[in-house]
C-alpha cells in the first residue's frame, strides 16, 4: 500500500513538473512510468509486456517511435490490424502482382505460397513469409539484370559488327559488293544469346535480306556511309550509358538516402550471406541493435532537420567504426543493427566501447545547435541461438531492458553491462 501511495505521490508531482494535464491517458503513462523506476509490477503492465512478446517487428517499431508504454494505449494499436478478409483479398491477387512478365519458372512458387497464405491469411506478416517474398523479389530483379545485360551485349554485337565493315566498306571502296558478302555471311552464324534470340531474329534478318539487295545494287554514297558510322557510335554511347545507369541504381536502390549506409533491404541480403559463411565456416559473429535515447524529443525541441542531423551523424560513427567484413544498417526510425565479426569476445566488448567513448564524449552539431546525444544497445553473440531471428528477438528484448533501466547503457547477453 505504501508503494501505490509513493507512486501516486510521484505521478502527480512529475506532472506538475512537467506542466502536463492530469488526463486519463496522461495520468496512467505517468504512473507506468513511476511503477516502473520503483520496479512495482503493475497487472496491466504485465499485460501490456505479455501482448508485446506477440506482436511483430513492424508494430514493434511502431510502438518504439510513438512512445506507446499504456495497455490503453496499445488497445488502439490493436484496433488498427488488418482482419482476414482484406489480408485474403490481397492474397487472392498475389500471384498477379508477383508473376514475372519474362517466364522465370517460379510461377509454381508463387502459387504455392498464394495456397498456403489463403488457408492461413495471418501468416502473410509473419517475417517467414517477408522473407520468401523477398527472395521472389530479389530473384526477378536479378535475372532482369542478367536479360538487360545479355540483350545490351547482343546488340553491341551487331552494332560493332556493322560499324566495322562500315569503316572497311569506306577505305575499300572498290571491293564493296566482296565486304558486304561477308557481313551478310557473319549475320547469318552471329550467335546470339536466347534472351535476345525473340528479340533480335527478326532485326538480324531484315538485316540479311538488306545486305542481299546490296549485293546486287551498291548505290550508297560515301556521305550515308558517314551517316551510318555516326549512328553506331551514337548507339553504343547510349547502351554504355544504360550498362551504367542499371549498375547506379541497383547501387543507390541498397542505401538509406538520408545516412549513407546500407538499408533494410540491402541488409537482408548481407544476413543471408552472413548466416551461409555461419553454417558453413562456422564463423563467429555478434548482432549489437542500437536505439538513439529519446530522439522524439530532440525531433519536437529542435526540428526534424536537426534530427536528421543526428541520425546521420551517429550513422557515420558507426560506419568509420566498422570494418569490412561487418555490416551496418539502418533498421528504423532512430534504430541501428551492425553485424561484428569477432575471434575473441574481447573483441566485441573493444568495439562497443569505442563507440560508446565516441558518442559520449562528443557533441553532435546542427548548424548554432550543439547536441550531448546518448544512446542503448542489446547485444548478443549469434552462436549462442538456434537461428539469426531468434539472436535478433533476444538483442531486441536487451534493448527495451537497457531502455527501461534508464537507458544510455549496453546489455549483453553474457549479463555484461557497459
Known amino acids: 500500500m505504501e508503494d501505490i501511495k509513493k507512486i501516486i505521490k510521484n505521478t502527480i508531482r512529475s506532472l506538475t513538473k512537467q506542466e502536463i494535464p492530469a488526463t486519463p491517458s496522461n495520468y496512467a503513462k505517468e504512473f507506468y512510468k513511476q511503477a516502473q523506476e520503483l520496479d512495482f509490477r503493475v497487472d496491466e503492465l504485465n499485460k501490456f509486456y505479455k ?60 502459387s504455392q505460397l498464394k495456397t498456403e497464405l489463403l488457408q492461413e491469411p495471418q501468416r502473410l506478416v509473419k517475417n517467414s513469409t517477408i522473407n520468401r517474398l523477398r527472395k521472389f523479389t530479389n530473384e526477378r530483379i536479378t535475372r532482369d539484370k542478367v536479360v538487360v545485360q545479355e540483350k545490351a551485349k547482343d546488340v553491341k554485337k551487331v552494332i560493332n559488327l556493322m560499324g566495322k565493315y562500315f569503316d572497311k566498306c569506306l577505305l575499300q571502296s572498290d571491293d564493296t559488293s566482296k565486304e558486304v558478302t ?57 547502351i554504355n550509358k544504360l550498362e551504367q545507369d542499371l549498375n547506379e541504381v541497383s547501387r543507390e536502390k541498397d542505401i538509406d538516402f538520408l545516412t549513407g549506409i546500407a538499408n533494410r533491404r540491402a541488409f537482408a541480403a548481407e544476413v543471408d550471406k552472413i548466416e551461409n559463411e555461419y553454417e558453413i565456416f562456422k564463423s563467429k559473429y555478434a548482432i549489437v541493435f542500437y536505439d538513439i535515447d529519446h530522439f522524439k524529443s530532440i525531433n519536437d525541441n529542435y526540428g526534424h532537420e536537426c534530427g ?48 560508446q567513448n565516441i558518442v559520449s564524449t562528443n557533441k553532435f552539431v546542427h548548424k548554432d545547435i550543439k547536441l550531448k546525444v546518448k544512446f542503448c544497445a542489446g547485444v548478443v553473440y549469434r552462436n549462442k541461438y538456434n537461428s539469426y531471428n531468434e539472436a535478433l528477438e533476444q538483442a531486441d528484448l536487451l534493448l527495451n531492458k537497457a531502455k527501461h533501466e534508464g537507458r544510455d547503457k549496453i546489455i549483453i547477453d553474457t549479463g555484461v553491462y557497459i
Not at 517499431?61 to 483479398?89: A, C, G
Not at 536466347?194 to 539487295?213: E, G, N, W, Y
Not at 567504426?321 to 574481447?346: M, Q, S
Open 51 to 110: 501482448l508485446y512478446k506477440d506482436l511483430n517487428e513492424d508494430e514493434k517499431l511502431y510502438i518504439s517511435e510513438n512512445d506507446i508504454t499504456t495497455y490503453f494505449e496499445l488497445s488502439f494499436l490493436l484496433l488498427k490490424r488488418v482482419n482476414n478478409k482484406d489480408l485474403t483479398k490481397f492474397i487472392e491477387n498475389l500471384d498477379f502482382l508477383l508473376t514475372p512478365s519474362i517466364d522465370y519458372n517460379i510461377e509454381k512458387k508463387i
Open 308 to 355: 536528421d542531423t543526428v541520425l546521420s551523424t551517429f550513422a557515420t560513427i558507426l560506419k568509420k567504426l566498422t570494418r569490412e567484413e561487418d555490416v551496418i544498417c539502418r533498421y528504423g526510425g532512430e534504430e541501428f543493427i551492425a553485424l561484428i565479426h569477432y575471434t575473441e569476445d574481447d573483441e566485441v566488448l573493444s568495439y562497443l566501447k569505442r563507440v
Open 182 to 238: 561477308m557481313i551478310k555471311t557473319e549475320l547469318e552464324g552471329l550467335e546470339l544469346s536466347k534472351h535476345s534470340a525473340r528479340d533480335l531474329a527478326m532485326l538480324q534478318s531484315k538485316l540479311v535480306d538488306t545486305i542481299h539487295k546490296l549485293e546486287n545494287s551498291i548505290d550508297e554514297s560515301q556521305a550515308e556511309l558517314f551517316k551510318g558510322q555516326k549512328d553506331c557510335v551514337y548507339l553504343q554511347k547510349q
